[in-house]
Every structure is written in structure tokens, then in C-alpha cells.
């Protein structure tokens, strides 16, 4: 199962039992801002320092390079991740 | 540069900007230059709603209930949000349907502006039912002085576009001396007047909308207001994808491949984006100062409103590659992001063909890890 590094150094590990990345922060208590969890909106963007992500629905909104949105996405590979 | 309903120039539509380049002939969407407008109107589509399907019957009594001062906070946010889809009814249509040069996009634009029109048909439908008069909430749209305040700088940047989209379609580029008035217009000052505009739109989706949104669940937390609040709710959710949209259009701009003025002016304008971000920030913040001049209400006040206004200022600047202006980092009212997901939007499936609806409720795909945990 892939891990989730965060920028402050934690680290969670990322288990089937999440459905998305956003999901797998939440459970640790992490807060990230959200708004439809959908992936139209971008509310829930973070940065993508290394790493593959992949996309359970392709988001509709803007995701710029070095971006993600975890609402609608799992992890591919161990990543690290900043939360803003 | 004369605007036609139908140009006869042959023209390959994938080489054509998103504006200025020539005016679109055939709506088709065999060929997409941006698929990403297509999409946006196929889930604005899967998105509809009709504002009769709201029992609002129960505010009524609420809204009579309501003490004075928090009855002009829910009035106020209603006439508000009245002058602002009325805007946004019918300018995107005036201002981008005579520039749009491709058909994807024409079509976002018209499916865009269409659903702001339910919203205001919404207003209307809240209003009715929760005063016997209520001409006199929209009578006042007109005479309420800190909503004709704002209404100067949501319109403004659209009226400007307009005008000199108007001068440049009917004279061409160069100073025309149109009824004793000396005018110039150029198409790159045309360009900087919809970069301005669609930076002003993205603000006005961006910001203006949220504090009144947030007043309206702040009700609805209470168990106060809950017809209202089902409405808002689907409006936020539409609102978020023409927010979308806007910024999609601003990015592609941006970025310089659709067309090298643009990406020009985007860095020409930058100051100016700063500026209608913290003008739009602090009015809306001066609005929240209006709305509690009588008393706060119950889980919200001028504060926690105004850090708000900062929190999402900073977060929709960033969304278009801009810096935080606003040191506030946290989100003062969390409980807002559970109203504002869409799932949780009760709508009957059948009729709203919601996504989740169509893609989770039959698995095509079956195999035999699917029968592992199964015993007899």
C-alpha cells in the first residue's frame, strides 16, 4: 500500500479502506478545505511534490503542474504531498 | 469585423482562438479544441433543477419568527444575490457571444448564463412565499444604496467590454467621431477589456456569492430557513462549476498557445487582478458590516464573516496561479464545506441523473474475485 508523506514529515499510510486521498487526510484528521468532492470545484487542491497520483473521475476543474486533487484521486505510488 | 449569425467564411475551427478569431458557423462538437467546455456543459446539464421542486412552504413561518435584525440579514443576502444573477443572467450572453470563436465554448456560454436565469427565478419563488409583498423586497434593489454600491463594480468591466465591442464591430480599429463623441478602440485594448472582464466575473463567482451563502447556512444550521438553504445549496453548486469555467478560460489565456496577446496582457493586467480581488474582498467585507450594523446572529458575526471573506479570497487567488493577499490561513466556518458538497444535494436521481447515480448503481464488470467472500 503506497504511503502519503506529508511536508511537515508524517506520514499515513494509504489502505483500501479509503476510497480517495482526501478521504485517507480526513480519517488522520488532517483539515483539508473541500467544497463538492467531485472534482469540479479545485476547493481540496494540494501540491504534488513527488509521486503519481491516478484519478477515479478525470476533474473538471483546473489542476496547474505540480497539483492534485485529492477528493477524486488514490495514490499510485508512495507520494509526497503538500496541504496549503 | 462586422459580427453574422452565420459566417460563410470556411474556416477550421481548431485553429481558432477562443476569441476574436473569426465568428462561429456551425455548432459542432465532432472536433473540440477545449473538450474541457463540453464537459463543463454536460455536468451543468446533469445539474439542472427547477426551483418549484423546493418546498419553501416552512420558511414562512420561520422567516415571521425571525427577530428584526436577522430578518434584514436574510432580505439583504436575497437582494443581493437578485442583483447578481440578474447580472449574470444576460451579460455573459451580450458580452462573449459576439467575440466566441469557438463552438464548445459558445455553447458553455449560453448553458452558463441559461442556469443563472433559474436562479433568479429562485429569488423570486423564496420571496413569494415569504412575504405578502413582495414587490417591495425587489422594488428596493434599485434604491438600496450599499447594493448599487456593488453593482458598479460587478458591471462595470462588462459594460466596458460591450461598449467597445459595440464601437470596434460597427467602425474597426482607429478614433471614429460617433455623434459629436471622439472614440478609439484597437483589438488589443479589446483583448485587455475581456481579460479585465472575465477576471471581474471570476471574482463576482469567486467571492461575492459566499458571504451570503454562508448567512444562508448559518441559518439553515439552526433548522431555520431550510427551503432557502436547499436552493442556495444548488446554486453554490452551480456556481462552483461557472467559477470553474472562469478559471479555465483565464488559465488557457494565460498560458499564451491560444493566443500570444493574451498571455501578453494577463502579465500587462497583473496589478490590476490584484486590485479587483481586494477591491471585491474588502466591499464584500463592508456587506457583512451592513448585514450585522442591527446585531450578529447565532454561530456567525462581522468577524468570523470578514476572515471568511479573507480565507477564500486567498484560496481562489491561488486556484489562477495568484499570491495570497490576506494572512488568514485556517477556515473560520468549516461546517460551510458539508453544505457545499454535492453529494449531499438531495435531488431524485431518476430526474437529476446525478453521476454517482448512473456510474455507481450497476457494475458491468464481474468476475470471480467478486464471489471470494462468499459462502453457502
Redesign the interface.
Known amino acids: 500500500m503506497p504511503d502519503i508523506k506529508l511536508s511537515n514529515g508524517a506520514v499515513i499510510n494509504f489502505d483500501n479502506s479509503a476510497r480517495t486521498l482526501l478521504d485517507a487526510l480526513e480519517r488522520e484528521q488532517l483539515e483539508v478545505n473541500f467544497h463538492c468532492r467531485e472534482g469540479y470545484c479545485g476547493a481540496c487542491r494540494c501540491k504534488l511534490l513527488c509521486g503519481e497520483v491516478s484519478y477515479i473521475n478525470e476533474p473538471l476543474a483546473f489542476v496547474r503542474k505540480g497539483e492534485f486533487l485529492p477528493c477524486c484521486s488514490v495514490p499510485v505510488t508512495d507520494i509526497e504531498i503538500e496541504i496549503p | 469585423m462586422a459580427y453574422t449569425t452565420f459566417n460563410r467564411q470556411i474556416n477550421d475551427q481548431m485553429k481558432e482562438p477562443m476569441f476574436f478569431g473569426n465568428p462561429v458557423n456551425v455548432s459542432r462538437y465532432d472536433q473540440q479544441k477545449y473538450g474541457?467546455f463540453e464537459?463543463?456543459i454536460e455536468?451543468q446539464l446533469s445539474f439542472f433543477w427547477r426551483p418549484e421542486e423546493v418546498d419553501v412552504s416552512k420558511d414562512r413561518i420561520d422567516y415571521q419568527n425571525l427577530p428584526e435584525h436577522e430578518k434584514h440579514i436574510f432580505i439583504s443576502n436575497l437582494k443581493y444575490q437578485t442583483l447578481l444573477d440578474s447580472v449574470q443572467g444576460r451579460s455573459p450572453n451580450v458580452a462573449f457571444l459576439p467575440i466566441v470563436s469557438l463552438p464548445e465554448l459558445e455553447t458553455w456560454i449560453e448553458t452558463w448564463a441559461f442556469s443563472e436565469t433559474i436562479h433568479s427565478r429562485s429569488y423570486t419563488h423564496i420571496v413569494r412565499n415569504i412575504s405578502a409583498e413582495p414587490h417591495k423586497v425587489f422594488d428596493d434593489i434599485m434604491l438600496n444604496e450599499k447594493i448599487l454600491e456593488r453593482a458598479e463594480d460587478v458591471t462595470r468591466y462588462y459594460d466596458d467590454l460591450i461598449n467597445g465591442i459595440n464601437l470596434y464591430q460597427r467602425c474597426g480599429e482607429g478614433t471614429h467621431t460617433i455623434n459629436g463623441e471622439t472614440h478609439s478602440i484597437s483589438l488589443y485594448e479589446l483583448k485587455r477589456r475581456l481579460y479585465l472582464c472575465v477576471m471581474s466575473v471570476n471574482v463576482l463567482e469567486a467571492i461575492r456569492f459566499y458571504v451570503s451563502f454562508a448567512c444562508s447556512f448559518a441559518f439553515a444550521e439552526r433548522e431555520l430557513m431550510e427551503g432557502n438553504a436547499k436552493i442556495i445549496r444548488l446554486i453554490a453548486?452551480d456556481e462552483?462549476?461557472h467559477?470553474?469555467g472562469t478559471?479555465?478560460m483565464l488559465?488557457i489565456m494565460a498560458a499564451g498557445d491560444d493566443d500570444a496577446d493574451m498571455a501578453k496582457i494577463a502579465k500587462e493586467c497583473e496589478e490590476e487582478a490584484y486590485t479587483i480581488f481586494r477591491k471585491a474582498a474588502e466591499q464584500e467585507k463592508d456587506w457583512a458590516q451592513y448585514l450585522f450594523k442591527d446585531g450578529s446572529m447565532i454561530g456567525l458575526n462581522k468577524d468570523i464573516l470578514c476572515q471568511y471573506v479573507e480565507y477564500i479570497t486567498n484560496?481562489r487567488m491561488?486556484?489562477?496561479?495568484m499570491k495570497a493577499i490576506f494572512p488568514t490561513?485556517?477556515?473560520p466556518i468549516?461546517w460551510i464545506?458539508t453544505w457545499?458538497?454535492?453529494?449531499n444535494v438531495q435531488v431524485a436521481p431518476q430526474e437529476a441523473e446525478i453521476?454517482s447515480y448512473l456510474v455507481g448503481q450497476i457494475d458491468n464488470e464481474v468476475d470471480g474475485g467478486d464471489f471470494g467472500d462468499f459462502d453457502l
Open positions: 474541457i464537459k463543463l455536468k453548486r462552483a462549476l467559477l470553474t478559471q479555465h488559465n484560496s491561488q486556484a489562477i496561479g490561513t485556517q477556515n468549516p464545506n457545499l458538497v454535492s453529494d453521476s
